[in-house]
């Protein structure tokens, strides 16, 4: 059972960044297409960056341009930089399969991030 944890949320004034961070257990990881993924309350969770593989990425439009989405195989990690914050990035993020690539594994508990002044 893969396994995954998330980590590098926090608390950001407007137009600041931070960088997340999700380990992945298990050896499968490098051949799997892997998105992040938010939901802020009373929303349903959506994908806001996805990359494959080979390290091609895909965004949302809502974070194209101020988030980049990268991946370290031989860490089995799969990282978020996220910039030019904005208020209404304030989430909860998740990191997980990109389920258009397949069935997603269990959650884990997500990483909070608050842009706020």
């Known amino acids: 059972q893969v396994q995954l944890v998330e980590s590098g949320g926090g608390l950001v004034q407007p137009g600041g960044s931070l960088r997340l961070s999700c380990v992945a257990s298990?050896?499968?990881?490098?051949?799997?297409?892997m998105g992040w993924y938010r939901q802020a309350p009373g929303k349903q969770r959506e994908l806001v960056a996805s990359?494959?593989?080979?390290?091609?990425?895909n965004y949302a439009d809502s974070v194209k341009g101020r988030f980049t989405i990268s991946r370290d195989n031989a860490k089995n990690t799969v990282y978020l930089q996220m910039n030019s914050l904005k208020p209404e990035d304030t989430a909860v993020y998740y990191c997980?399969?990109?389920?258009?690539?397949?069935?997603?594994?269990?959650w884990g508990q997500g990483t909070q991030v608050t842009v706020s002044s």
């Open positions: 997980n399969r990109d389920e258009k690539y397949g069935q997603g594994w269990p």
């Open positions: 298990g050896s499968i990881f490098s051949s799997r297409a």
């Open positions: 990359i494959l593989p080979d390290g091609r990425a």
